[in-house]
């Protein structure tokens, strides 16, 4: 079973930077794909961006592509996702997901419980 732990939500005006981590443990995080979605007040949840076993590839949303960017470290057993011009559209809260099966933004098999982000204009 794995636990993933997100951290490095805040608030920040419009423009700015933040850098979300998430922390892995249990089951073989290197043979995971990692994915990072968010969710809106009374919105659905969307994916946001993903990365492969091996941090070869990525995948991203058109809304994000250009100014986030994930990437892992392996032997930390950690995600990262730094996010740059930030809108406040891209308020919601950020939730980190691990998939046993390759890299695609939907079909993931364990969750994180979220961090907030905030972006005020």
């Known amino acids: 079973q794995v636990q993933l732990v997100e951290s490095g939500g805040g608030w920040v005006q419009a423009g700015g930077s933040l850098r979300l981590s998430c922390a892995a443990s249990?089951?073989?995080?290197?043979?995971?794909?990692m994915g990072w979605f968010r969710q809106a007040s009374g919105k659905v949840r969307e994916f946001v961006a993903a990365i492969n076993w091996s941090a070869t590839s990525t995948y991203y949303a058109d809304s994000v592509k250009g100014r986030f960017t994930i990437s892992r470290d392996i032997p930390k057993n950690a995600v990262y996702l730094q996010m740059n011009s930030l809108k406040p559209a891209d308020t919601a809260v950020y939730y980190c997901?691990?998939?046993?099966?390759?890299?695609?933004?939907?079909?993931?098999?364990?969750w994180g419980q979220g961090t907030q982000v905030t972006v005020s204009s």
């Open positions: 997901a691990a998939r046993r099966m390759g890299l695609a933004a939907q079909g993931y098999d364990y």
């Open positions: 249990g089951g073989t995080f290197a043979s995971y794909a």
